[in-house]
């Protein structure tokens, strides 16, 4: 996966040695890959451990780290297995809206298990849907901007060109081949905008 020597380079330079992290999404694990064995506490959990990442099973202000990346791919379900299981699971999501409300439930579980000033880490792309663009970089940290501030922003480009989906008729937006790595830093919430 490519996006595993860029999540090193993204824990080298945001994560401190024995971190607690939280990768709530884990699925098979690709992200970790080249990192080494034994720097960062790592919980791994996801629907096939019986964690869903909106409900997670740790305690306020537990965790120095939460990592975020539903497989919720719209196009394609190849592939075998656990992990097959989880994707097709997420691609039950109806809508772009209801998985940008996916995101954005799971940033405010992120939120209660961070200490103060962790860091959530998420993992996303921007879609097309019905002719509609959807703007996962930019809607994510904006819904979230009540407890999170946007610290950096990776931006990561496959080398493959972008496809084109089977029967898609005229074309109508340009084709997308990156897709973001967001880090969102937890910020105190103000009493009048404790509401979530």
């Known amino acids: 996966s490519n996006n595993a ?4 380079a993204i824990l080298e330079l945001y994560v401190a040695p024995g971190s607690v992290i939280a990768d709530v999404t884990y699925g098979k694990g690709v992200f970790w890959q080249d990192v080494p064995k034994g720097i960062y506490q790592i919980w791994p959990s ?8 909106r409900h997670l099973p740790y305690p306020d202000e537990s965790v120095d ?3 975020l990346d539903p497989p919720y791919g719209r196009q394609g ?14 691609q039950t999501l109806p809508t772009m809206r209801d998985v940008l409300d996916l995101y954005i439930e799971a940033g ?15 993992k996303t792309q921007d ?8 703007w996962m970089h930019r809607d ?3 819904r979230l901007q009540r407890e999170f501030e946007l610290e950096d922003m990776i931006v990561m480009v496959r080398p493959q060109r972008p496809s084109l989906p089977p029967n898609i008729g ?10 973001f790595f967001l880090l969102l830093r937890k910020v105190p919430v103000p009493a009048i905008c404790s509401e979530r």
């Open 5 to 8: 020597p860029v999540f090193r």
């Open 46 to 53: 996801d629907l096939l451990t019986g964690t869903d990442c």
């Open 65 to 67: 780290v939460v990592i």
């Open 77 to 90: 379900r190849g592939g075998s297995g656990q992990y097959t299981q989880l994707k097709l699971y997420y």
């Open 108 to 122: 405010h579980e992120a939120w209660r298990v961070l200490k103060p000033q962790g860091l959530l880490i998420v």
């Open 127 to 134: 879609q097309v849907e019905h002719s509609r663009q959807w």
């Open 140 to 142: 994510i940290p904006y």
């Open 170 to 179: 005229k074309q109508r937006h340009a084709r997308r081949r990156h897709s």
